[in-house]
């Protein structure tokens, strides 16, 4: 069985119509998988379905071959799961360095070679770990987030469209972090808006349509696909 499997997810928020219907998801160990789609297709909503933020009618979701279908998120982080929201993803009247203690909160072990390495990972945020995270640049407070959720140590890190209102040079930049986070062993599921960009770095991709799969392959034969470029990805 996969790492991450979200089997054949139904369900929406609170008592309110279906948004997911039929969704499922898998990541292997230290695989990138990105989901795509076009807007209110429910790909934020198939993420927070994983992280048990709504309630499924029907399906499963397992995390390294245990069922968490009935866990809380914050049960969830203790299992292994990090999940980094598109808005409000940082403490800014906080210090960087308070953000990635709060990240530990979890954890009785010591925690210094875990900020050393979100501090290798991601320089700006060592530059600016003085500094109060509201002061920040958009791509530097993504780059806190991240490192926040990272802090958890966890084996599973999901991100919400994580290059949202930044620049092609910021978006890069993040990419390329998060190609270095999964070489780490940690695995990726990823929403994002710059399909193109993300499926170029993903191992898997999901298109989702209307909250059900459309189309599931490798991120390149996804690019390669005319019908997937065409309806997608703008030709």
Same mark, same amino acid.
């Given at each position: 069985?996969?790492? /991450? #499997?979200?089997?054949?997810? *139904?369900?929406?928020? =609170?008592?309110? &119509?279906? %948004? /997911? #219907?039929?969704?499922?998801? *898998?990541?292997?160990? =230290?695989?990138? &998988?990105? %989901?795509?789609?076009?807007?209110?297709?429910?790909?934020?909503?198939?993420?927070? &379905?994983?992280?048990?933020?709504?309630?499924?009618?029907?399906?499963?979701?397992?995390?390294?071959?245990?069922?968490?279908?009935?866990?809380?998120?914050?049960?969830?982080?203790?299992?292994?799961?990090?999940?980094?929201?598109?808005?409000?993803?940082?403490?800014?009247?906080?210090?960087?360095?308070?953000?990635?203690?709060?990240?530990?909160?979890?954890?009785?072990?010591?925690?210094?070679?875990?900020?050393?390495?979100?501090?290798?990972?991601?320089?700006?945020?060592?530059?600016?770990?003085?500094?109060?995270?509201?002061?920040?640049?958009?791509?530097?407070?993504?780059?806190?987030?991240?490192?926040?959720?990272?802090?958890?140590?966890?084996?599973?890190?999901?991100?919400?469209?994580?290059?949202?209102?930044?620049?092609?040079?910021?978006?890069?930049?993040?990419?390329?972090?998060?190609?270095?986070?999964?070489?780490?062993?940690?695995?990726?599921?990823?929403?994002?808006?710059?399909?193109?960009?993300?499926?170029?770095?993903?191992?898997?991709?999901?298109?989702?349509?209307?909250?059900?799969?459309?189309?599931?392959?490798?991120?390149?034969?996804?690019?390669?696909?005319?019908?997937?470029?065409?309806?997608?990805?703008?030709?």
């Amino acid at each position: 069985m996969s790492f /991450l #499997h979200a089997n054949a997810m *139904t369900g929406g928020y =609170g008592t309110g &119509a279906d %948004i /997911l #219907h039929d969704c499922s998801l *898998t990541v292997q160990k =230290g695989e990138i &998988a990105v %989901i795509v789609g076009p807007n209110g297709a429910g790909k934020s909503t198939a993420m927070k &379905a994983v992280f048990g933020m709504l309630n499924l009618r029907q399906g499963s979701v397992n995390l390294d071959g245990e069922d968490i279908t009935h866990l809380s998120p914050q049960e969830r982080v203790r299992k292994g799961m990090g999940f980094v929201p598109q808005t409000n993803n940082i403490f800014p009247t906080m210090t960087v360095r308070e953000n990635l203690e709060m990240g530990a909160f979890i954890r009785s072990d010591d925690i210094e070679a875990s900020i050393d390495l979100v501090y290798e990972l991601f320089p700006a945020v060592f530059e600016k770990r003085n500094q109060n995270a509201g002061e920040l640049s958009g791509g530097q407070r993504q780059q806190v987030a991240v490192g926040r959720a990272l802090m958890t140590k966890p084996k599973l890190l999901m991100l919400d469209e994580p290059t949202a209102g930044v620049s092609p040079i910021v978006m890069d930049e993040l990419f390329d972090r998060i190609i270095e986070v999964a070489r780490t062993g940690i695995s990726i599921l990823m929403v994002e808006q710059n399909a193109r960009q993300a499926l170029d770095i993903a191992d898997k991709g999901y298109v989702l349509v209307q909250g059900a799969n459309a189309y599931t392959d490798t991120g390149a034969n996804l690019l390669a696909d005319e019908e997937v470029r065409r309806t997608f990805l703008g030709g």
